[in-house]
DNA sequence: ATTGACCTTAGAGTTAGCTCTAAGCTTATA
DNA sequence: TATAAGCTTAGAGCTAACTCTAAGGTCAAT
């Protein structure tokens, strides 16, 4: 009756192959990711290789970035892939390089602004009367001023 | 008795003057950021051009990707000036340039990924049995392989 | 006097992705 | 057999920064 059962992993033993909590395993579970294909009469939850397999898409998919409803949607083109082609892959992709993209573009804006205000303030022990700083944040920064000039026509 | 009454704003014509809602002014208050000078009999918040310029500092500041909770220092200072240091202003700016750069890293790491997934696969309308993204994400990604190695040993 | 726009408050809901708790079984070891 | 470790579930809590709702008071114009 119990065939193979062997070879199957409990859920902390599957948690350290992937460096995900059980509890993680759970989750994404509870949200349709993963299963396990199995349980034992006591309720266990017994992951095959396929299973294991399947979690490990999940894994680096997320760490590729994308969100768990790509995913989603990556593992329903995974289980078929003939219903379904290159460019939906593509697309899930692209949509995901363009948020990043912008993401990318929001740091690199804040990381040069920080940048130049480290620059102009001596970081010194002496009061912060004139700290440029600060003057700076409350003149407005000239990139805010920038993102102003669209609001006002 | 109400002298000067005139030339403060009420909240809507603040939330105009700045791009903050109503709502998210309120928020400000709540968390201690931001204060309406003077109320009406009524208990309508009026707002003085210190007011304003406090708010106006805080936009700024959150435009630059200072958290509230930095937000919150930096106005510390910016109220007594005389009691911190240029010091104290760069700790937090030099603190808040490293979660960018760390996050710059990791965004920067997801688009060289998700480039070369991109290039890799025609993109195409045929089936998706040997698409080279899905094949990848399978494999588990290179990257991912790299950091991989740093949990073996 | 009656709209309707605006203001007030406390507090709930949103988002994403976990993370943890409580209460109670099960399993392995001593 | 007792103890500890591990498993189950439903559901609450966390983070950050809003965003919105409900129920009601205020104000200007008609
Ligand atoms: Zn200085
Ligand atoms: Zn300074
Ligand atoms: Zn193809
Ligand atoms: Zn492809």
């Known amino acids: 009756m119990d065939f193979g059962v062997e070879n199957m992993l409990k859920i902390s033993e599957l948690s350290q192959q992937t460096g995900l909590s059980a509890h993680t395993l759970r989750y994404y579970e509870k949200h349709g990711l993963i299963n396990a294909s199995n349980r034992s009469e006591a309720g266990y ?3 095959t290789d396929s299973d294991v397999r399947r979690v490990q898409f999940v894994k680096t ?3 590729t970035g994308f969100s768990l409803a790509d995913i ?3 593992l329903s083109i995974r289980v078929d892939k003939l219903s379904h082609s290159c460019q939906d ?3 899930i992709t692209q949509k995901k390089l ?3 993209n912008a993401k990318l573009a929001e740091l690199q804006s804040m990381q040069q602004t920080l940048e130049l205000l480290l620059e102009s303030c001596c970081g010194g022990p002496e009061n ?3 700290c440029s700083i600060m003057e700076a944040l409350d003149a407005g920064l000239s990139r805010e001023d920038k993102n102003e000039a669209r609001l006002i026509k």
Chains 1, 2 share one sequence.
Do not use: K, M, P
């Open 45 to 47: 939850r017994f992951y």
């Open 61 to 63: 998919a997320r760490n």
């Open 89 to 91: 892959v593509t697309d």
């Open 72 to 74: 989603g949607q990556l």
């Open 128 to 130: 912060a009367t004139h």
């Open 98 to 100: 363009l948020e990043v």
